[in-house]
């Protein structure tokens, strides 16, 4: 009866996971009990979260900020019909981030996405460059404000208008596609990179500086600095002067993708680190169970791009085909592999004195019995 009661609770379980199975769920219940001031330390430290974060808050800073200025500029400094303006916005808006919906996450999908590590590395690399384009386009609409504000005459394109007017139109309409197509990456990437228990937080934190950093300053700022510049502008300058801080937020946009795709660089050879550790320890305790595992979670993390990396996980296949044929001899082979670079250096020094231990007494063994040879030809 209590062998029965045994296997009925065995089975209600199930089998019990690999060690790191067990480690993970640990660290899972631990982290499930974390509170509120911990949740924020923990997403404090997750540097690809914070600089994803204000990758989109820099993103609704931007767009909000044109949206507020739009009207007023296109109907103030170029004398623009107030109804064609709202036309050419839900225009150049509406195609621009239509296009950025449709073609950025698919692009980014087809480079790997953002469920692994290594995936995550690429999507925020590929992100920056979408940025870049939105530094220049940004550049591009700040040279159209001046070029406006020096000009002397309506264009040169007759009756379509100014042309300063038309490469800004342009110019926003790269901005707006390059946002859209940024902004789903990252909010993807800012949830993916957060464990799982904590999301719900993480998720609350990252809104609120959405809407204070991105919402709310994007008309305060301009506005703020504009009111400062009054005394000194042109009402046609302070607007023009507004927009292109909007515009010039680009550029800080790349800033802060470059900074969060090299925090995601450091995480991944951070987990490769710890990947590659998670190996060696398998190959020293010779289970083959846990040595199988661990390989397929190297390989999540692309263990086998680095050097070092790809001449373990070449080991740990290898022992596990010959497991099956000899057994633990298996393992035999592997403790170049297992040791780290300290026990490395440790052996090679010992070997070291070893050999120049063994010198000496090979030079000591010639001196005593070199000249054996002469003295017995001498008394013979």
Same mark, same amino acid.
């Given at each position: 009866?209590?062998?029965?009661?045994?296997?009925?609770?065995?089975?209600?379980?199930?089998?019990?996971?690999?060690?790191?199975?067990?480690?993970?769920? &640990?660290?899972?219940?631990?982290?499930?009990?974390?509170?509120?001031?911990?949740?924020?330390?923990?997403?404090?430290?997750?540097?690809?979260?914070?600089?994803?974060?204000?990758?989109?808050?820099?993103?609704?800073?931007?767009?909000?900020?044109?949206?507020?200025?739009?009207?007023?500029?296109?109907?103030?400094?170029?004398?623009?019909?107030?109804?064609?303006?709202?036309?050419?916005?839900l225009f150049v808006t509406g195609v621009g981030g239509g296009l950025g919906i449709a073609l950025g996450p698919a692009y980014v999908d087809r480079r790997g996405g953002f469920s692994r590590p290594p995936g995550v590395l690429?999507?925020?690399?590929?992100?920056?460059?979408?940025?870049i384009v939105s530094a220049l386009a940004g550049v591009s609409g700040i040279v159209c404000l001046y070029g406006k504000l020096r000009s002397k005459d309506e264009g040169y394109l007759g009756p379509w208008g100014d042309h300063?007017?038309?490469?800004?139109?342009?110019?926003?309409?790269?901005?707006?596609?390059?946002?859209?197509?940024?902004?789903?990456?990252?909010?993807?990437?800012?949830?993916?990179?957060?464990?799982?228990?904590?999301?719900?937080f993480a998720s609350g934190m990252e809104m609120t500086m959405r809407n204070i950093l991105g919402y709310a300053f994007g008309p305060l700022l301009p506005g703020l600095i504009m009111d400062a510049a009054a005394s000194a502008?042109?009402?046609?300058?302070?607007?023009?002067?507004?927009?292109?801080?909007?515009?010039?937020?680009?550029?800080?946009?790349?800033?802060?993708?470059?900074?969060?795709?090299? =925090?995601?660089?450091?995480?991944? =050879? &951070?987990?490769?680190?710890?990947?590659?550790?998670?190996?060696?320890?398998?190959?020293?305790?010779?289970?083959?169970?846990?040595?199988?595992?661990?390989?397929?979670?190297?390989?999540?993390?692309?263990?086998?791009?680095?050097? &070092?990396?790809?001449?373990?996980?070449?080991?740990?296949?290898?022992?596990?085909?010959?497991?099956?044929?000899?057994?633990?001899?298996?393992?035999?082979? @592997?403790?170049?592999?297992?040791?780290?670079? =300290?026990?490395?250096?440790?052996?090679?020094?010992?070997?070291?004195?070893?050999?120049?231990?063994?010198?000496?007494?090979?030079?000591?063994?010639?001196?005593?019995?070199?000249?054996?040879?002469?003295?017995? @030809?001498?008394?013979?």
């Amino acid at each position: 009866r209590a062998a029965a009661a045994a296997a009925a609770e065995g089975a209600k379980v199930g089998p019990r996971g690999s060690p790191r199975e067990k480690e993970e769920e &640990d660290e899972e219940k631990k982290k499930l009990a974390l509170g509120t001031l911990e949740q924020l330390a923990a997403a404090c430290r997750n540097k690809v979260y914070c600089w994803t974060a204000l990758g989109i808050s820099s993103s609704m800073f931007v767009m909000s900020g044109v949206q507020f200025l739009w009207v007023r500029v296109f109907v103030e400094v170029w004398g623009v019909d107030k109804n064609f303006v709202t036309v050419m916005f839900l225009f150049v808006t509406g195609v621009g981030g239509g296009l950025g919906i449709a073609l950025g996450p698919a692009y980014v999908d087809r480079r790997g996405g953002f469920s692994r590590p290594p995936g995550v590395l690429s999507s925020l690399e590929l992100v920056r460059n979408f940025s870049i384009v939105s530094a220049l386009a940004g550049v591009s609409g700040i040279v159209c404000l001046y070029g406006k504000l020096r000009s002397k005459d309506e264009g040169y394109l007759g009756p379509w208008g100014d042309h300063w007017m038309w490469l800004l139109f342009a110019s926003v309409f790269l901005i707006w596609g390059a946002h859209n197509a940024m902004v789903p990456a990252l909010c993807g990437i800012n949830m993916e990179v957060v464990p799982q228990e904590m999301r719900t937080f993480a998720s609350g934190m990252e809104m609120t500086m959405r809407n204070i950093l991105g919402y709310a300053f994007g008309p305060l700022l301009p506005g703020l600095i504009m009111d400062a510049a009054a005394s000194a502008l042109t009402s046609q300058a302070q607007l023009c002067l507004g927009l292109g801080i909007v515009l010039a937020a680009n550029v800080l946009a790349v800033w802060v993708l470059t900074h969060a795709a090299r =925090a995601a660089g450091a995480a991944l =050879a &951070d987990k490769q680190t710890t990947a590659l550790q998670r190996i060696r320890e398998a190959l020293r305790s010779e289970d083959v169970a846990e040595l199988k595992s661990e390989v397929f979670a190297a390989k999540g993390v692309d263990l086998h791009r680095r050097r &070092d990396g790809e001449a373990v996980i070449g080991m740990a296949n290898e022992a596990i085909g010959a497991y099956h044929a000899i057994g633990r001899a298996a393992f035999s082979g @592997a403790t170049a592999f297992t040791a780290t670079r =300290a026990e490395l250096q440790r052996s090679l020094a010992g070997l070291e004195r070893e050999v120049a231990r063994l010198r000496a007494e090979n030079a000591e063994l010639r001196r005593r019995f070199l000249p054996l040879p002469e003295a017995a @030809a001498a008394s013979g």
